[in-house]
């Protein structure tokens, strides 16, 4: 059992008693503990503003809450063992590829280079993993990138942030922007990594919607946005009858 305990703390993800809230506004966490064990899928979903970004933020090592022990991935602290997000262990996919004008808002980052250009100057990455990301996402190496839509462009972002094996995989809302085939594809891909990846890789997925998600663990945040209670958690499996990829396809 020793041996056993130790080993999910080296591959998993514990939070202990999570105290956190923006200044001037209610806790949106109040004694809030969790545990993913190694190999899981999990799905976080709730309602707008209900904290489903920074619970992902905050087990990034995005935001310091409390000691070391607060929050724990990878048997480390998020927060302070800064090694594991510069290895790739521990990887946070989110938000879009924008920048903030004044005058307007949020602008797409873009550019006259093309996507080749951007997935093949990561440095140190297997060959054979890139050309299947590239495949599996169906990405056009001579996009553009100044001329591509919203979905092409996040499909681009996907495929550079998973060119680097993982251990701890956040994503947060990534899959909003493909068509289904793409998105279905994408988490049939987490499965395998999840299920067949010897570091036990563990993958955590906000997204407003579930139905696509078959068999993940559900973590469902329960309560009102900024409402002066700390909304709560509930935990569940999801399950559904197995889908082909041909019948995805077909449909």
Not at 4 to 33: C, H, K, M
Not at 71 to 89: E, I, K, P, W
Not at 234 to 246: A, K, L
Request: with cysteine.
């Amino acid at each position: 059992m020793a041996g056993g305990e130790e080993g999910w703390r080296r591959s998993g993800i514990e939070v202990s008693t999570l105290q956190f809230g923006y200044d001037g506004e209610a806790p949106l966490f109040a004694r809030f503990n969790l545990r993913v064990a190694p190999g899981s899928r999990c799905l976080l979903v709730g309602a707008n503003g209900s904290g489903k970004t920074t619970l992902l933020k905050i087990l990034a090592g995005k935001h310091m809450v409390g000691g070391k022990d607060v929050v724990r991935v990878l048997n480390g602290s998020a927060f302070h063992d800064t090694q594991f997000v510069c290895s790739g262990d521990l990887s946070y996919l989110g938000g879009s590829w924008s920048r903030n004008v004044s005058s307007v808002g949020d602008v797409p980052l873009q550019g006259d280079f093309s996507a080749e250009h951007m997935i093949f100057g990561v440095d140190g990455v297997d060959p054979v993993r890139r050309e299947k990301l590239i495949d599996l996402l169906d990405i056009d190496l001579q996009w553009r990138m100044h001329k591509v839509s919203d979905g092409q462009r996040r499909r681009v972002q996907i495929c550079m942030g998973l060119l680097h094996p993982y251990k701890v995989l956040l994503l947060d809302e990534i899959t909003v922007d493909l068509d289904v085939v793409t998105r279905m594809d994408l988490l049939d891909f987490f499965k395998e990594e999840c299920e067949q990846v010897t570091d036990f890789s563990s993958c955590f997925l906000s997204q407003p919607y579930f139905s696509d998600c078959i068999t993940w663990k559900v973590l469902h945040r329960r309560g009102k946005p900024r409402s002066s209670t700390p909304p709560t958690y509930s935990t569940g499996w999801r399950h559904g009858p197995p889908t082909s990829r041909t019948s995805k396809r077909a449909s």
